[in-house]
Structures are given as C-alpha cells and as structure tokens.
C-alpha cells in the first residue's frame, strides 16, 4: 500500500525511521501503541508499514481528540476551521481503520486498559507539560515487556526533557528524529 500520510495535516510528524525500524524488528503478534495521535498522521503512516510488512501486528492509538478550531496548513498559516480532531482522524485513518484500533479517553485511564509488560512499542506524543509527560512515563513504562521500546516525541521542549532526564535518570536513552528512544531490559 503506498503511504498517504503527507495529506493529513499538520505535518508535526518526524519519527517515520523510528516506525520503520519498530515494525521491521518486531515479530508478528506484537503490540504497539501510539499516545497522541491528534489527526493520524503518523498513525496513518504506522499502519500502511505494518499493512506492507504482512505482520499481524496489533496498532492502538490513544488520545481525547478535543475541540479545535484552527490547524496549522503546511506554510504555517493558520486555516479556521469547524471541526473537531476526532472527525478528522476517522476520515483520515479510513483507508488503514481495518489495523488501527483507537480509545478516545485521556492518556492515564488507557494505561489502565493495558496488563503490565503487555506492550512491545510505546510511543508518547500528548502533552508537551512536565507533569503530564512525567505521568505519561509512570503509567505506560510498566506496560511495556522487557526486550520492548518506549519512546516520545519532541524530546527538545524543556518540559519533556526534563520529566524524559529524571525518569531515565540511571538508565540510557538515545535520541532520533527529536524522539527519545529507551529500549527496556
């Protein structure tokens, strides 16, 4: 299937090699899943390379999808517009809906759906504030099997970094694409 996500804006999406190489080396029956999924730009692009990797992969994607008004178009100019985030991301993920499996609920109560060491790739791109990346990682890193991978975008923005820096303080993380990277063993 030929990718279509450079269709769905905004174009925030980054960690396309990340993706990539999560679904290449994972075997068929993981689990991923991807916290803040907003439009399905990159949820579009996951699903289209676990459709193209004919792994049975399961892909769930979590996020409140609130109430917008106005998106950025890719020169940066802001369109006004009436819609909300959730219309727009089952229209866009449409085409994928057969691999994506969504929970449109805060990022805390969908941890709760989760077993412990049940996932294989967690990637986390919600909120960009402290405390909510810092619960973020608190909540979804016991979700997460030993040989797995959690990871988040927008690793630059202070608020990330820190709460990113003190959760892994001991433990390595590597960085890509202005993700953070932390393979679990």
């Known amino acids: 299937m030929?990718?279509?996500?450079?269709?769905?804006?905004?174009?925030?999406?980054?960690?396309?090699?990340?993706?990539?190489k999560?679904?290449?080396?994972?075997p068929e029956g993981s689990h991923f899943v991807e916290i803040g999924s907003w439009m399905g730009r990159s949820a579009v692009f996951m699903a289209v390379e676990i459709i193209n990797s004919n792994k049975k992969i399961k892909f769930d994607c979590i996020d409140s999808w609130e109430f917008i008004d106005e998106i950025y178009t890719s020169d940066n100019n802001i369109a006004k517009l009436k819609l909300t985030a959730f219309?727009?991301?089952?229209?866009?993920?449409n085409p994928v809906s057969d691999i994506i499996?969504?929970?449109k609920c805060k990022s805390i109560d969908a941890s709760k759906l989760y077993k412990d060491q049940s996932l294989d790739f967690v990637y986390i791109?919600?909120?960009?504030?402290?405390?909510?990346v810092k619960n973020d990682l608190i909540y979804w890193y016991p979700k997460v099997t030993f040989g797995g991978v959690i990871a988040g975008h927008d690793y630059p923005y202070p608020g990330v970094k820190k709460a990113v820096n003190e959760f892994f303080e001991n433990r390595e993380i590597?960085?890509?694409?202005?993700?953070?990277?932390?393979?679990?063993?």
């Open 2 to 20: 030929d990718h279509y996500y450079k269709n769905i804006l905004p174009d925030w999406f980054t960690f396309s090699e990340l993706y990539i």
């Open 22 to 26: 999560m679904v290449n080396n994972f």
């Open 87 to 93: 219309d727009e991301f089952l229209k866009n993920i």
């Open 101 to 103: 499996n969504y929970h």
């Open 125 to 132: 791109d919600a909120s960009h504030e402290y405390e909510n």
């Open 174 to 185: 590597n960085t890509q694409e202005i993700s953070w990277i932390h393979y679990k063993n």
